[in-house]
């Protein structure tokens, strides 16, 4: 049982609600420790010891945005491009548009991927990473030095004519190999792959083309032109792409063409 003085009781009754409400309202304040305070992250450049130098925090901002964007470096600065196109081609020619699947195809390209790309990653890996976590060099020092591997190998895989053309386009003048743009460079790189991927695609259609057009004319000799020629087509397909060993083949091939 709560007990109320005379004195409370005798006031007036808004008087009695705002002293409550008073009390009530700021009781929480005053239990409240004095030490807590909304959680602050400070990103900018206090911390830097010189020059050029940034924060940690700053750093970890850049690093969770190049991050963001790594999917299309993979895609357009190695040789994932050529590899994912041409292993679509094979889905794509054997009639099969959904077997094997799209994971299945995208994570065949990206370990072939991995394994092309090894000397490269293990060049940028010497050359650039290692020595900017030993602090020796900058954080643009080891992007310089990472971008001489990958840009040697692209200019390994790019015509000629496509360098030239892009670099009509941007309107430079004669330009030697070693001061070419990365902007140049890679348009170019990939306009390469898509068509050695193309050209590789056709090759590779031509033999499951005869067996379509075969089993067509057969079908249309015996009168049977109701039936689907892709009924007898896809397992034709299939033996002799078992037979020949092709996804051999094509690996093989994909890999060759990078070393040639």
Partial sequence: MISVPPSVLSRPAGEVTTTTSTTT??????????????FRLNIGLEGAGQAGEV??????????TLLSVAPSIVLLMTSFTRIVIVLG???????????????IVIGLSLFLTFFLMGPVVDRVNDEAIRPYLD?????????DRAAVPLKQFMLKQTRTRDLEYFLELGGFGP????DLPMRVVIPAFVISELQTAFQMGF?????????????????????????????VALPLKLLLFVLVDGWHLVVRSLVQSFAA
């Fill in 175 to 178: 330009t030697a190999v070693r």
């Fill in 25 to 38: 309202a700021t009781s929480p304040t005053a239990s409240r420790p004095a030490s807590s305070g909304p």
């Fill in 135 to 143: 602090g020796r060099i900058t954080s643009i020092e080891a992007l």
């Fill in 89 to 103: 081609f094979v889905r794509t020619a054997l009639g099969t548009p959904s077997a094997p699947s799209n994971q």
């Fill in 55 to 64: 924060s940690v925090a700053l750093q970890i901002v850049v690093v969770m």
């Fill in 203 to 231: 090759l590779l259609f031509l033999p499951f083309l005869v067996i379509d057009f075969l089993v067509s004319t057969v079908l249309m000799a015996m009168g049977m032109m109701m039936m689907p020629p892709i009924t």
